[in-house]
Structures are given as structure tokens and as C-alpha cells.
């Protein structure tokens, strides 16, 4: 799962009210605050110019701390499910061995509430995403699963994580 325009996508009330429970020192919070809040911005096109319009979301493109402010907004995604992340690329494992004396009955069974958990969990994400302000870019995100040979695989991850 990719994040659409990461560093545009941190929504600054979600991220300064994270930090304390990371056991960051006030001051250092105090800091990241001052740092964020009350910033505009505003356009010049041949000479005309906009009003100023308030940022309320976004780490700044170049700047060394913004890398570890997103990680630090993202950072309670990670507790949804088995979720691995690397930068703003996320993935979601879950592994299923079947029993080698199983039915045939009880193995699809057993993969078709593995297929569960995993929508669960994107459910989970995707709720977490509405709630702080994060889009996933659907384009770069696809289910794999990986089998050993001759089993079958003739099943879809359906979810509703992209609206």
C-alpha cells in the first residue's frame, strides 16, 4: 500500500498530539509545534497574487526533519494487524500453512478466513487513514499470494480500502 503524496498527507493536529505519547520531551514537542502551525502560503501567476491560505497538512519537501515526522505520524498504523513499512510503501503479511492431513474442505475453509483477516485488517487501515487525513494511491497497490506449487490460488482480496 502506497500513501498518496506522503509528506502532503500529515495532517499536523494528528501528528503534534502523537508526539507526547512517543515519549518525546515537551520541549522538543514545544519545538515541532512552533515549527508546524501557523504556516500559509500563497501564489504569484504573472504578477497577480493570492491571498494567503493556511497549510494544515504537510511536512516540508527538503527539510531532514520531515522524513521522521511523517514516520512518527504513520508509526500507530503499524499497530493495525501485520503491517511492515518501509518510508511510505506498506505491507500487510499474513501467512497460511495448512494442516498436510486437512480436507480439501477444511483447507479452503482455512483460506477463506485468512482472506478475512487480511480485509479486516485493511479495514483497519483504511479507517485509520480517514481518521488522520491519509489517502492510499490504489494504482500502486496489489494483493500477492505466494503458494507452493500446484495449489490452487484461485481467489481474490476484495476490500473497500480505496473510496
Partial sequence: ???????DRVWHKALLSKLPSYGLPEKLCNWITSFLVDRSIKVVVD???SDYKP??????????LSPTLFLLHINDMLLTGNIHCYADDST???RYQPNPRASRDQIQSEREAMVERVNLTLQEVSDWGDANLVKFNASKTQASLFTEKGASSSWLLLSELYH
Fill in 55 to 64: 497549510i494544515n497538512a504537510d511536512v516540508p519537501q527538503g527539510c531532514v
Fill in 92 to 94: 500487510v503479511v499474513e
Fill in 1 to 7: 500500500m502506497d500513501i498518496a503524496k506522503a509528506f
Fill in 47 to 49: 504578477g497577480a497574487c
